[in-house]
């Protein structure tokens, strides 16, 4: 199906979102759209895919026929489906019935035919589903192949998909890349939305370059990564050299430490963290990392051993006890577990410090938020609410309600979805805190690109085993691929006494 958008605008009050777009796109063609955040990438997919109406003038064609979509269902009637960052589904419920959404049918549709669809569109495109499983079951990266499945189903043409790898394993992208390039060879074309330019260039038959709200250039393979970066960002940006590490005092000991819950355990883990320290933890998802941090910050309380935050044992305390000695915990979920939607800046600001008096001190709370802002290098102003924000900006203001002093940070994907620059500049501050309070970070991450770059030493989870911490600057990402897959742990060891 040929896309082809036509003087796109979009204003959301004084933003100019999109800013006169026009992009052809034929049809069997794979097309990447880069740009940093806030440049207008998912403002002008949510116009083509129906969340939201562009203003008046712009114009949306089909395989040259001028369409209005007033909503998903309408995008998805003209044969345009989106696949979300976080995919759309009810993890609670069964695949199957996760399949059947948006079906028509009536309330009580045939589940013997749907499942004989369903396991034949699962082999086709090389799928290994159990319909009766629950969605809850599943990684990020197979919640999206059954988003897939479903969009399929529903008779989409056009898939466009925002920010497609974040957050999924290597392998699993190398599944979704291969899945993608079987669609152009049945006429279907697909949109790919990223700020990754290996991605882009890896996968893509052609690249449009947002900014600002604008559409700055067009380009085909081979692609030259730094003129990609410089449509970008309107300069050149370069990750710089590995930082040497000044490490002090021991912040945080763990001692033989167990954790367990209904379908992980991770026995003995040994470890010391120094101040200035910074430890990545890369696995598989699920792999015990998400229980390793929490029991970090006093979310969730370990089954045997003993947790030590500058010589003050913590071990079975609560969250609260773990943050007034100085332990943040950042989830990799920003609005459900990070922020509060529907509250502003202003108001998040006056949250996080500590109370004096009875009273709320608004003048107080807006010249807070004017300070963190223009030091936090937000886009927004004191009065935004923080769902209006882009991820970067999200992530940004979840930085600049970080306590003070700090003595460990513990980080989830902190710069999952975000662009080289706002990668650069989260990890600068972070960094920086490190320095200022002689705080520690550990965090999950996984790109390990970013891990190999940021972390002093890595510790790898699989299936429930901690290795013993890698020297970063002496690991590859090749040596941290074959451990997250299983293989080399005899040459390792685990992080135990």
Request: proline share 5%.
């Amino acid at each position: 199906m040929n896309v082809e958008l036509k003087n796109i605008h979009k204003h959301f009050g004084s933003v100019h979102a999109n800013k006169g777009i026009n992009l052809n796109i034929p049809t069997g063609t794979i097309q990447g759209i880069l740009g940093e955040n806030g440049a207008g990438k998912s403002t002008l997919m949510k116009i083509l895919s129906g969340f939201i109406q562009p203003d008046s003038g712009s114009e949306v064609f089909l395989d040259g026929k001028p369409v209005v979509m007033h909503s998903p269902a309408d995008a998805i009637k003209y044969g345009v489906g989106m696949l979300h960052q976080d995919p759309l589904d009810f993890p609670p419920m069964k695949l199957l019935d996760n399949f059947l959404l948006g079906l028509p049918g009536g309330i009580f549709p045939n589940r013997k035919e749907a499942t004989q669809d369903f396991s034949l569109l699962a082999r086709e495109y090389g799928f290994t589903f159990d319909p009766e499983n629950y969605v809850d079951s599943l990684t990020v990266g197979e919640r999206q192949q059954l988003e897939i499945m479903r969009l399929l189903f529903l008779g989409a043409r056009v898939f466009i998909l925002d920010e497609p790898t974040t957050g999924i394993s290597a392998g699993q992208k190398e599944k979704l890349f291969a899945t993608l390039k079987k669609f152009p060879e049945q006429a279907m074309t697909v949109i790919f939305v990223s700020h990754k330019l290996e991605d882009v260039e890896s996968l893509c038959d052609r690249v449009a370059v947002l900014r600002g709200g604008e559409l700055v250039g067009e380009t085909q393979p081979p692609y030259v990564t730094s003129k990609l970066v410089e449509m970008m960002f309107g300069k050149e940006i370069t990750l710089g050299e590995r930082q040497p590490v000044q490490t002090g005092g021991v912040v945080l000991s763990m001692k033989n430490v167990s954790l367990e819950d209904v379908r992980m355990k991770v026995k003995n883990v040994s470890l010391d963290v120094r101040a200035g320290e910074v430890i990545g933890l890369a696995g598989m998802e699920g792999s015990g990392q998400g229980m390793f941090i929490r029991a970090c910050s006093g979310l969730m309380r370990p089954v045997g051993g003993r947790i030590e935050l500058k010589d003050k044992d913590l071990t079975g305390k609560s969250y609260h006890t773990f943050k007034r000695a100085g332990v943040n915990f950042l989830p990799a979920a920003r609005l459900e577990e990070g922020l509060v939607p529907g509250l502003n800046l202003t108001e998040h600001f006056i949250l996080a410090e500590e109370p004096k008096g009875l009273f709320i001190d608004r003048m107080m709370g807006q010249q807070l938020a004017e300070e963190r802002i223009k030091s936090f290098n937000i886009r927004g102003k004191p009065h935004s609410t923080v769902e209006s924000l882009s991820g970067g900006n999200q992530q940004r203001a979840e930085l600049a309600l970080l306590q003070s002093p700090l003595s460990l940070v513990l980080l989830e994907h902190p710069t999952r979805g975000l662009d080289i620059e706002s990668v650069i500049y989260i990890w600068s501050k972070l960094k920086d805190r490190c320095k200022t309070d002689g705080a520690a970070i550990i965090f999950i991450s996984s790109d390990l690109e970013e891990i190999l770059q940021y972390s002093d030493r890595v510790l790898v989870f699989f299936n429930g085993k901690v290795s013993a911490p890698l020297d970063a600057g002496k690991t590859t990402v090749e040596e941290l691929g074959q451990l997250i897959g299983g293989k080399g742990w005899a040459d390792k060891g685990e992080a135990h006494d």
